[in-house]
Nanobody, 115 residues
Framework: VQLQASGGGLVQPGGSLRLSCAAS?????????MGWHRQAPGNQRESVAS???????NYADSVKGRFTISRDNANRAVYLQMNSLSPEDTSVYYC?????????WGQGTLVTVSS
């Protein structure tokens, strides 16, 4: 499975961004779990949000009410709508997908929240 993430950038506090991650290649049709993780400098990578093929979602407490994860199964894509961004959300964001055959990470996309 190959993953292509996009949508990062520089945004002011209180602003919004939408991240996208598209899956392709062998076994991409077998994806169940799709999620977003992030890693800030000096910190461990942490889970932000995840969504299963049946639509079940899970969020980190720090983003509940601000971030929304969604997926398009037909196009094998996952999205993360991020609202009310704060400087604490500044990180490299990675998409992760899991299939019965393994787990796959996308390349990171940098989100910087700064005035």
């Amino acid at each position: 499975v190959q993953l292509q993430a996009s949508g990062g950038g520089l945004v002011q506090p209180g602003g919004s961004l939408r991240l996208s991650c598209a899956a392709s290649g062998r076994n991409s049709g077998s994806i169940n779990y799709m999620g977003w993780h992030r890693q800030a400098p000096g910190n461990q990578r942490e889970s932000v949000a995840s969504i299963l093929k049946n639509g079940y979602t899970n969020y980190a407490d720090s983003v509940k009410g601000r971030f929304t994860i969604s997926r398009d199964n037909a196009n094998r894509a996952v999205y993360l709508q991020m609202n009310s961004l704060s400087p604490e959300d500044t990180s490299v964001y990675y998409c992760l997908v899991r299939t019965p055959y393994g787990a796959y990470w996308g390349q990171g996309t940098l989100v910087t929240v700064s005035s």
